[in-house]
């Protein structure tokens, strides 16, 4: 079984000031992360994936993430945040191993992002 | 690379009646997904294709929606008949279908990629 959970439901910041939106994860199996964007009225777009290999992953738009498996979570953050960051972002898992959950993304609530002049 | 297609953008319909919608993958993606996106929680799936076959359909409502992918490319998810709380969004994904190993490694799941997905309002 796999579940995540974004621990802010909405997060406000000024521009230019750093971003962080938390996510903890729970897998039977070794997971693969991943973080994505969904702009209003837009498709979802992958902004970094987590699949086993390096811990701090980099992502678009100046956007990373650490897999901490201790604390089994994967906090997104930004260092300077830009007003066409505002937006609702999603931490997903799925696992790494086979089976029927292969492939089955499990998605948080959301966080809705928002930059305030 | 053309993205995953979705049609139609929205759709209002009465309670009772019936939709359709379709999905064409991205070229040589065996994998397509069905997501079902209710306003203000992340997607959930719903049915999970591998070629013209049905790996996970745990969480699709069977008796009222379905889906086809008869010919292993294009989809299509159908409700009837639809309540209120069939409101959402319905996204389409693909991915790769190979699992690719690296030495004793991780699976990867390459190119996974969502549509713009159908706003579908039942009144």
């Known amino acids: 079984a796999q579940s995540v959970t974004q621990l802010d439901s909405h997060v406000s910041v000024s521009e230019g000031t750093p971003v962080l939106l938390r996510c903890n994860y729970s897998s039977s199996y070794s997971p693969s992360l991943f973080w994505y964007v969904q702009h209003p009225n837009k498709g979802l777009q992958l902004l970094l994936k987590y699949t086993s290999a390096a811990t701090l992953v980099k992502g678009i738009n100046g956007f990373e993430a650490e897999f901490k498996k201790s604390e089994t979570s994967f906090h997104l953050t930004k260092t300077s945040a830009h007003m066409s960051d505002a937006a609702e972002y999603f931490c997903?898992?799925?696992?790494?191993?086979?089976?029927?959950?292969?492939?089955?993304?499990?998605f948080g609530q959301g966080t809705i992002l928002t930059v305030h002049p | 690379e053309a993205g995953v297609a979705q049609s139609p953008r929205y759709k209002i319909i009465e309670k009772r009646q019936s939709v359709a919608f379709w999905c064409n993958p991205i070229s040589g993606h065996a994998t397509l997904y069905w997501y079902q996106q209710i306003l203000g929680q992340g997607p959930k799936l719903l049915i999970q294709?591998?070629?013209?076959?049905?790996?996970?359909d745990s969480q699709l409502p069977k008796d009222r929606f379905s889906a086809e992918r008869l010919k292993g490319v294009d989809s299509t998810l159908k409700i009837q008949p639809a309540k209120l709380e069939d409101s959402a969004v319905y996204l389409c994904?693909?991915?790769?279908?190979?699992?690719?190993?690296?030495?004793?490694?991780?699976?990867?799941?390459?190119?996974?990629?969502f549509g713009s997905g159908t706003r579908l309002t039942v009144v």
């Open positions: 294709f591998q070629n013209n076959g049905v790996v996970d």
């Open positions: 994904a693909s991915s790769l279908a190979e699992i690719v190993r690296v030495g004793a490694g991780p699976w990867r799941l390459d190119g996974y990629t």
């Open positions: 997903v898992v799925t696992p790494n191993a086979g089976g029927t959950s292969y492939g089955k993304l499990t």
